[in-house]
């Protein structure tokens, strides 16, 4: 099958305004730790609609090619059985983890990605901030070879969508801790509040979609401290909440370093965000390596 | 444009507009009370950890801070419930010239709105 039966995102929509508001009443009275700033939530939200705008126009391209892969497949993996449905979970859960750990460590992906963090708040609808250059930065690319393996694009397609719909609940700070073996093996609010955060500590950390083991595996995982809460939003938050500088603001920035010194563009184009030729900008190497020097902290430490 | 598409684009937008109305009804912004000397040195100490700034203004309404540190300025103002952080040189902001009790120091992305006491400029603090 190529084309998806149905978008789990689609039919979560519904869901995911009733849990807004829920969180905003839990908030108001009381009963749950939730703050929604006016503008912050009609920017958050505004992006999600945008985000989806954006999709339609360059989901033709994106569809095309995928099937086109599908053509020159490896294998025919069916779509009703279930061990393919485990494999396309665990393998799409994989990519997932890499697009995401890309789109924070490469300048390129995170101009696309920065959007999503560019809240000072860490909600509900910080959920739905989405990009709205996904298409054009090309991360779609990575899941690719899912198709090529011989899963059907619509198999695909179903799989990222429950992922974006199993990570919208996880933007809260409503949910302090969930049970001890839920946090060992999935991405849980606690989790992506230190992915959301622009504490030194925490920076690059926890890039899970669904399973935080791959973080664990591959060395991203730090885990929320309660002496240090999360401060949401970017290292350099946004001076205003002008949309368009919003979506736009990393990908003018490139454009003025390249245009600046066109032999680094390299540098500038695909080195870590805030890589300058000179080192005088920080990035988050060097952020974490003053926040270490500050509290004399042991970087071996899996805490840090 | 298709009619659905349009019917659909044009109840988002509606629905968009209905929750950010709700938020502001409920009003559960983060409490952002004028910031006096304590709290403004937290900040600066949360937003440059690296700096020793020694000497400290607090504009009039309680809403920004500025602050020297040598030949670096520390700006901080609020933007919503929470603050923006940003270093320029001195000189950008010793230049500043008030009118109606506002400096507004020009920013990378911002020119944010200080409120300034009888029109002073610059403050006794960096006198």
Same mark, same amino acid.
């Given at each position: 099958m190529l084309k998806a039966p149905f978008d789990p995102v689609q039919l979560a929509i519904p869901f995911f305004i009733l849990a807004i508001v !829920?969180?905003? !009443?839990?908030?108001?009275f009381g009963k749950a730790r939730a703050h929604y700033e006016v503008r912050d939530t009609a920017t958050s939200l505004t992006m999600g609609l945008g985000? #989806?705008?954006?999709?339609?126009? *360059?989901?033709?391209?994106?569809?095309?090619? #995928?099937?086109?892969?599908?053509?020159?497949?490896? *294998?025919t993996i069916p779509m009703n059985a279930v061990w393919a449905w485990i494999a396309v979970f665990l393998l799409e859960d994989l990519t997932y983890y890499w697009f995401h750990r890309l789109a924070h460590e490469r300048r390129v992906w995170w101009a696309s990605h920065v959007n999503h963090h560019t809240s000072t708040h860490y909600n509900l609808s910080t959920a739905l901030r989405q990009t709205w250059t996904g298409g054009v930065a090309g991360t779609w690319l990575l899941w690719l070879p899912l198709s090529f393996l011989g899963f059907p694009p619509a198999m695909v397609a179903i799989q990222k969508g429950i992922s974006l719909v199993y990570q919208f609940w996880i933007h809260t700070e409503a949910i302090k801790r969930m049970p001890g073996w839920f946090e060992?093996?999935?991405?849980?609010? /606690?989790?992506?509040?230190?992915?959301?955060?622009?504490?030194?500590?925490?920076?690059d950390a926890n890039y899970a979609g669904i399973l935080i083991i791959w973080d664990r595996m591959f060395g991203t995982f730090i885990p929320e401290v309660?002496?240090?809460?999360?401060?949401?939003?970017t +290292?350099?938050? !946004?001076?205003?909440?002008?949309? !368009?500088?919003? +979506?736009?603001?990393?990908?003018?920035?490139?454009?003025?370093?390249?245009?600046? /010194?066109?032999?680094?563009?390299l540098g500038y184009i695909f080195g870590p965000p805030?890589?300058?030729?000179?080192? /005088?900008?920080? #990035? /988050?190497? #060097?952020?974490?390596?003053?926040?270490?020097?500050? +509290?004399g902290a042991d970087s071996t430490d899996q805490r840090i | 444009m298709d009619k659905a598409l349009l019917i659909q684009l044009g109840g988002s937008a509606a629905g968009i507009a209905v929750l950010v109305g709700f938020t502001a009804w409920m009003g559960v912004a983060r409490p952002t009370p004028p910031l006096d000397a304590e709290s403004a040195r937290a900040l600066l100490a949360l937003e440059f950890p690296d700096q020793r700034p020694d000497r400290v203004w607090i504009s009039a309404d309680g809403a920004a801070v500025i602050a020297r540190d040598g030949d =670096? &300025?520390?700006?901080?103002?609020?933007?919503?419930?929470?603050?923006? &952080?940003?270093?320029?040189?001195?000189? =950008?902001? =010793?230049?500043?010239?008030?009118?109606?009790g506002r400096v507004r120091p020009r920013l990378s992305d911002a020119r944010p709105v200080l409120a300034v006491k009888d029109d002073v400029w610059p403050p006794r603090e960096f006198a």
């Open positions: !829920l969180e905003i !009443l839990l908030g108001r985000s #989806t705008i954006a999709g339609a126009l *360059f989901g033709g391209v994106i569809f095309a090619t #995928t099937v086109w892969v599908y053509q020159h497949r490896l *294998f060992a093996v999935f991405n849980t609010p /606690s989790h992506h509040r230190v992915h959301h955060a622009r504490n030194a500590r925490y920076l309660d002496e240090e809460p999360c401060r949401y939003g +290292v350099k938050n !946004l001076g205003n909440f002008n949309l !368009l500088h919003n +979506v736009f603001h990393e990908w003018i920035g490139i454009a003025k370093d390249v245009a600046g /010194s066109p032999r680094h563009a805030g890589w300058s030729p000179d080192g /005088s900008r920080d #990035t /988050s190497h #060097t952020l974490k390596a003053k926040w270490r020097a500050r +509290v | =670096a &300025a520390l700006v901080l103002y609020r933007r919503g419930d929470g603050y923006v &952080a940003r270093d320029l040189p001195w000189s =950008a902001i =010793a230049s500043l010239k008030p009118i109606n």
